[in-house]
């Protein structure tokens, strides 16, 4: 499985951004997490493939997960930004349902992307 993500980009706070993952093969769970120096991989959102969605606390009313199973594409749609969101942001892919603790298990997903870079100032 090849995971690539593309939309990163450096935004003032309040601005948007949208992040593309496109993923290889089929999964059952898709994920965005992020990662700043010297923390761990923390789980953002989270979108099963019958569509049901979940958020960490900070980022619910702002970002967006979305997935288009014909194009094989994960979104991530990041609005009113804030300089704590900024990280590299990792697409990640397991072939089984996400699960209630998926955020604090990112060793759960075997399938990660490159990472995309997201700065707000």
């Known amino acids: 499985v090849q995971l690539v993500e593309s939309g990163g980009g450096s935004v003032q706070a309040g601005g948007h951004l949208r992040l593309s993952c496109t993923v290889s093969g089929d999964n059952y769970c898709t994920a965005w997490f992020r990662q700043t120096p010297g923390k761990g991989r923390e789980g953002v959102a989270a979108?099963?493939?019958?569509?049901?969605?979940d958020y960490t606390d900070s980022v619910k009313g702002r970002f967006t997960i979305s997935r288009d199973n014909a194009k094989h594409t994960l979104f991530l749609q990041m609005n009113s930004l804030k300089p704590e969101d900024t990280a590299m942001y990792y697409c990640?892919?397991?072939?089984?349902?996400?699960?209630?603790?998926?955020?604090?298990?990112?060793?759960?997903?075997?399938?990660w992307g490159q990472g995309t870079q997201v700065t707000v100032s």
């Open positions: 979108i099963d493939h019958d569509g049901s969605a």
């Open positions: 990640a892919a397991k072939a089984w349902s996400c699960g209630a603790l998926w955020r604090s298990r990112p060793t759960t997903f075997p399938d």
